[in-house]
């Protein structure tokens, strides 16, 4: 018998509130919410407005019971910070460029994989704490941070441009938000 475990960790009081009620509070499609119904601009029609969709788009509730599922507050660094060896996948989405030290990130992670462990990224590089006062913040280009990858010990067995990728996306929207984002897929040697 396998048992699968998946987690995940978030450091914002916000989305740990709002993941909460979804992954234990909510079944499928259950509330319809209306979340453009402030936004005045860029609405081709007065519908586009009060657009309803309904939340949450998957039952969590029919997760079988052999999947452990946690949700980790904190702050990844702290949270993570003294795990060797435990996991086999790190899925990182829209993730790397929260770091304040984008290095010690990658060097976590790589410690967190067993071996032949797997990091899988998409994301842009925003960096979130780039200009803030008193903030560190080191905000480092693609190609380098390739090159920190491999120079930790990774093997790169993917890289690729993921153009158009929406964010807070309303598709009825007269503007589009998306990002140029970059797939890696890393595997621990």
């Not at 909460?20 to 509330?31: G, M, Y």
């Not at 890289?159 to 990728?165: A, L, R, Y």
Request: proline fraction near 5%.
């Amino acid at each position: 018998v396998s048992t699968q475990s998946t987690g995940g960790n978030e450091f914002s009081y916000h989305m740990l509130i709002a993941s909460n009620f979804i992954l234990n509070k909510a079944a499928a499609a259950k509330f319809s919410i209306c979340p453009w119904s402030t936004t005045s601009t860029n609405n081709a029609r007065h519908s586009d407005r009060i657009r309803e969709i309904r939340v949450p788009d998957v039952d969590t509730s029919s997760i079988p019971a052999s999947v452990r599922y946690g949700m980790c507050a904190g702050d990844f660094t702290e949270v993570y910070g003294r795990v060797e060896g435990k996991y086999d996948v790190v899925a990182a989405c829209f993730f790397l460029d929260t770091a304040h030290n984008v290095v010690e990130y990658l060097e976590m992670i790589y410690r967190m994989l067993r071996p032949g462990g797997h990091l899988v990224s998409l994301g842009p590089l925003l960096y979130h704490y780039a200009g803030i006062p008193n903030e560190l913040s080191i905000e480092i280009p693609w190609e380098d941070l390739m090159t920190v990858v491999r120079k930790i010990g990774f093997e790169v067995e993917e890289e690729q441009d993921v153009p158009g990728v929406p964010y807070i996306n309303n598709s009825s929207s007269m503007l589009d938000v998306s990002y140029q984002c970059k797939l890696l897929v890393a595997k621990k040697s």
